[in-house]
């Protein structure tokens, strides 16, 4: 496995910031900057990585609002996340102001990201998958070699994304947990965006949002 993973929780809310490399070239790339830099840059210097590219699951102020201060301090593209959650990019200022972060910038992402996509961090593919319901433009990041998924605020140990804001949906987000989740494998180990780690294994066992007897009972 030549992917590796370094969780670095940021800001008030303690999200799940990753930065994650190629053990072969040393490439990297930031999962959700939502803020703390210095915290990020520390574990990028302590282990050596090289920064290529951010990498955004979704646009809510603490997994984004650090990404246009990094990507001008180290000139690197911005993938991510869908584009249906521009409106949530042109909102970050608002959201700063109302969760109580110091000002941020906007910023025009170099690709927007689809279903099917792939993305490249040295010589590491991961795939993207859009899954809606949380926000419209969610997506998540999988690495089909290491078994590990980047999931943002999708899923939880114990829990499931909120879909109280704008453009949230919850039977949009059940369906996007087990249409877009569940089939990448029992096995796979996911970081969320808040929280520890778990596998979609034990979620299916004892998540009462989805596990599977609890999605049996809701039919």
Not at 14 to 26: G, K
Not at 101 to 118: K, M, S
Request: aromatic residues 8%; hydrophobic residues 40%.
């Amino acid at each position: 496995m030549s992917l590796q993973a370094l969780i670095v929780p940021v800001t008030a809310f303690q999200q799940n910031c990753s930065v994650i490399w190629c053990t072969e070239t040393m490439d990297g790339a930031v999962i959700d900057p939502g803020g703390d830099l210095d915290e990020i840059l520390a574990g990028v210097q302590e282990h050596a990585v090289r920064l290529t590219k951010i990498l955004l699951t979704h646009a809510h102020i603490d997994h984004a609002g650090a990404t246009a201060e990094l990507s001008r301090r180290f000139k690197l593209p911005i993938e991510g996340p869908h584009e249906g959650d521009r409106y949530w990019i042109e909102a970050l200022p608002d959201q700063a102001r109302n969760f109580g972060f110091a000002q941020v910038d906007t910023f025009e992402p170099d690709r927007w990201l689809q279903q099917g996509d792939t993305v490249q961090v040295g010589r590491e593919t991961l795939e993207v998958h859009h899954c809606p319901g949380h926000t419209p433009g969610h997506v998540v990041f999988f690495s089909r070699s290491a078994q590990v998924c980047f999931v943002g605020d999708v899923l939880f140990a114990g829990s499931i994304g909120r879909t109280d804001f704008p453009g949230g949906d919850h039977a949009t987000l059940i369906n996007s947990i087990t249409h877009r989740l569940w089939p990448l494998g029992n096995e796979v180990t996911f970081v969320p965006g808040h929280g520890p780690t778990s596998t979609f294994r034990q979620e299916r066992q004892g998540n009462p949002f989805v596990s599977d007897r609890a999605l049996a009972a809701a039919r």
